[in-house]
């Protein structure tokens, strides 16, 4: 076993070179347009699956990079995925993240119709008067919710990036995402989490 001698700003630099050597080692060749997103979620996650499992629908990236360059609103489903998400640059242009599933009357309005309280959060997005971007990492249950705000046709954002983590439900909303026709990115199977939503945001936000 070797240790490394790497200065501490040179880390995620060296990481991503190992990653870069590892996927051309298994013969993985990413699509250049999205290749910082992938590696940034291998980065995030030390888990390369993700090189063949994430779904861009066609222009997402570019649609997702001028909304957070025009000052939209980023919906997340969890406090993690908000904190994970740099808001240096975000700040920047006048973009904003917000996270409702604390909210008192997110709480009670979820208790007494019997749904969770990220399906109701997500609903939040009806009063707002900028465009979003939804974030989604941990519950499929907000997919449903913005999936049936835009059945019913209240509500259409700008773009899903629709990443839960789990077992219930978590293949199947996915999958109606992406048949739903919004610019999205998912990643398919039961693999996501909070910090691949947020590593997405990042990953596009950095190439701006």
């Not at 060749?29 to 992938?38: F, K, N, P, T």
């Not at 973009?95 to 969770?116: S, Y």
């Not at 046709?153 to 629709?162: C, M």
């Amino acid at each position: 076993m070797v240790i490394e001698n790497i200065k501490p700003a040179e880390i995620e630099k060296r990481s991503f070179e190992i990653i870069g050597d590892e996927l051309a080692e298994k013969g993985i060749s990413l699509d250049a347009e999205y290749e910082h997103i992938i590696k940034r979620c291998i980065h995030t996650s030390a888990d390369f699956d993700y090189a063949e499992s994430l779904y861009f629908s066609d222009g997402v990236v570019e649609t997702i990079s001028d909304a957070l360059q025009k000052g939209c609103v980023i919906i997340t489903d969890t406090k993690m995925a908000q904190a994970g998400i740099n808001k240096t640059k975000l700040d920047s242009f006048g973009t904003t993240t917000m996270c409702f599933i604390g909210a008192e009357d997110v709480a009670r309005d979820a208790k007494e119709r019997g749904v969770t309280r990220s399906y109701v959060a997500m609903e939040r997005a009806l009063i707002l008067d900028r465009p979003v971007i939804f974030a989604i990492g941990n519950a499929p249950t907000a997919l449903f919710s913005i999936l049936r705000m835009m059945e019913e046709e209240r509500y259409k954002p700008i773009a899903v990036i629709g990443v839960p983590v789990g077992f219930v439900n978590v293949v199947e909303s996915k999958e109606l995402l992406i048949k739903s026709g919004i610019p999205c990115i998912v990643n398919r199977g039961r693999k996501g989490g909070s910090n691949i939503a947020a590593a997405i945001v990042n990953a596009i936000q950095y190439t701006l």
